[in-house]
């Protein structure tokens, strides 16, 4: 039997109609010579997911893996690496859509630099702009506060204001290194996943990929940015905070508050993992205040 180069592990929620988009996506990829598997967990959906997750399992052999709870991203992604087998593990939002040479690409780049920990493609929403959290920076305390006082995106080149996306290499064409890119589409070579212990079950959604980064960064990995690897990236679809998905995402109220409310937990848990020893402690009091803040605001729109 074949060894399997690439397990495609999809968390899904609530995402009946885009998952299917998705593994169809996969299926007509270019995949020659890429002997992958496809596992899907899904957490305790309520939309007909698991039903037709099941009927997928039958049509294309995935692997299913249905939760009775909602696990959250992380324990989500962390269950489904137990049942994989990869030399390379793909992690796969159920609202992408992978065009035809997006997978072989980012295989080909892993075989040809060992170097290399992580890469990521361009995910563009469907207005043909590119998600900024494919390309981003590591959230320090400048690089947030030029980000939400409006700083990037009036200085989105600059080296100064602009490092929360890192706009200064925004439009290279030619891999290059990042910070960090969206766990959306985020292709890790095993190895690499396990010697970091894979995902941080802490984070519920949002922020386990940064957290990711930082810590294969610290350890000697790199983490590329490959243009030609095109995803279309929907967003947000089954937390349904993001404006540009608000109108069709089906998530309930009760969602878009937990997925605020994780949203900026993502960003206290992070800071005091990884900054709170770096900087002084009347800082750490105005970030954390300033996330405060912010979560207020988030809720409100909600509300």
């Known amino acids: 039997m074949a060894k399997t180069d690439l397990s495609i592990i999809i968390v899904n929620y609530n995402s009946k109609d885009y998952l299917n988009k998705c593994v169809h996506s ?30 997928l399992s039958r049509r294309y052999k995935i692997k299913p893996v249905l939760s009775k709870t909602n696990l959250g991203f992380s324990k989500g992604n962390n269950l ?51 998600d900024n959290a494919a390309h981003r920076g590591f959230p320090t305390p400048w690089n947030a506060i030029s980000q939400f006082t409006g700083l990037r995106a009036m200085f989105p ?27 959306a589409f985020f292709f890790v070579r095993r190895e690499v996943g396990e010697s970091l212990g894979w995902w941080d079950e802490e984070y519920f959604m949002y922020g386990e990929d940064l957290d990711f980064c ?18 279309l990236h ?3 679809v089954s937390a349904g905070i993001r404006k540009h998905i ?5 998530a309930s109220r009760q969602t878009r508050i937990r997925s605020a409310s994780a949203s900026t937990e993502a960003m206290r848990i992070f800071y005091r993992k990884h900054y709170k020893d770096k900087y002084p402690a009347w800082l750490t009091k105005a970030v954390l205040l ?8 988030r809720r409100r729109r909600i509300n």
């Not at 080149?157 to 766990?183: C, Q, R, V």
């Not at 930082?214 to 995803?231: C, D, Q, S």
């Not at 996330?291 to 605001?297: D, N, T, Y």
């Open 157 to 183: 080149h600059s080296k100064i204001f602009a490092g929360y996306t890192m706009g200064w290499i925004l439009e290279n064409p030619e891999p290059h290194e990042i910070d960090a890119t969206t766990g």
């Open 234 to 236: 929907y967003g947000g």
């Open 26 to 55: 996969i299926k007509r990829s270019d995949t020659k010579r890429i002997n992958y598997e496809i596992i899907v967990v899904d957490n305790a959906s309520s939309d007909g997911s698991q039903e037709e997750i099941l009927d």
């Open 214 to 231: 930082y810590r294969a960064k610290n350890a000697g990995w790199k983490i590329m940015f490959l243009p030609e690897v095109r995803v």
């Open 246 to 250: 608000t109108k069709k995402s089906t």
């Open 80 to 130: 489904g690496v137990k049942k994989s087998s990869g030399r390379y593990v793909l992690f796969l939002n159920p609202d992408t859509m992978l065009e035809e040479k997006a997978l072989k690409r980012a295989f080909n780049f892993m075989e040809e630099n060992p170097q290399v920990g992580v890469v990521g493609g361009y995910l563009y929403l469907e207005s043909k702009e590119l």
């Open 290 to 297: 300033g996330v405060k803040c912010l979560e207020e605001m």
